[in-house]
């Protein structure tokens, strides 16, 4: 997947979004505002904009999925702490939910001794955030992919770097071993759902 930095439709996103993104049309568009938007926030900003409807008041959908440049998915991965990391153990994929922090252009993750640090360090691994607001029907999801590397023991200054950011844990344990991923791909997909037929969209 390959950033693009085309104008869209304005009417085939919802104005909660915010950041440009390409549908392939005309017009300025937007991320999501659930990235940087609480709930009391949202209903606020809903009012002070003309959303685009379509049949009895539903929101327009997007005709396809936007595509978030790189600079955009940074920003999603720095405003989130929990996501989910991808390694193959024993040449079969597991996911974990992981805790994380961005900084050095990689994301960095706490762990314990366990199976992410036995099969993780040297190995390809795939991390990925999304989120999906039910009442605005807007989703989006970022995905990281590169190779793990354990950081624990570096004394470069990089490593040092790394192990200084905050990664608060939310489960329990230790975790005092530090991996991370510097992305040899980042993509990221939004879109805006809404009244849709099949070959038909109601505006």
Not at 27 to 45: A, I, R
Not at 67 to 78: A, F, T
Not at 137 to 145: F, I, L, T, Y
């Amino acid at each position: 997947m390959k950033a693009s930095g085309h104008a869209v439709n304005s009417g085939a996103l919802n104005p909660l979004h915010k950041g440009h993104v390409d549908l392939g049309g005309a017009g300025p568009s937007t991320l999501p505002s659930f990235l940087s938007l609480d709930q009391t926030e949202m209903m606020t900003h809903e009012e002070n904009f003309d959303v685009p409807r379509g049949r009895a008041g539903v929101t327009v959908a997007s005709p396809s999925l936007a595509i978030l440049p790189v600079d955009e998915c940074w920003s999603v991965l720095k405003s989130h702490s929990l996501g989910r990391l991808s390694i193959l153990i024993k040449e079969w994929p597991r996911i974990f939910p992981v805790d994380y922090a961005v900084g050095e252009g990689a994301l960095v993750f706490r762990t314990d001794v366990g199976t992410k640090l036995e099969y993780g360090p040297g190995s390809p691994a795939c991390f990925e955030v999304d989120g999906y607001d039910e009442r605005h029907g807007a989703g989006w999801s970022v995905m990281a992919v590169g190779m793990l590397e354990d950081v624990t023991g570096n004394i470069d200054e990089r490593s040092q770097r790394l192990r200084r950011l905050a990664v608060r844990s939310t489960a329990p344990g230790q975790r005092s071993h530090w991996l991370a991923l510097a992305p040899k791909e980042l993509t990221g997909r939004s879109f805006q759902g809404g009244w849709v037929v099949p070959g038909n969209y109601f505006g």
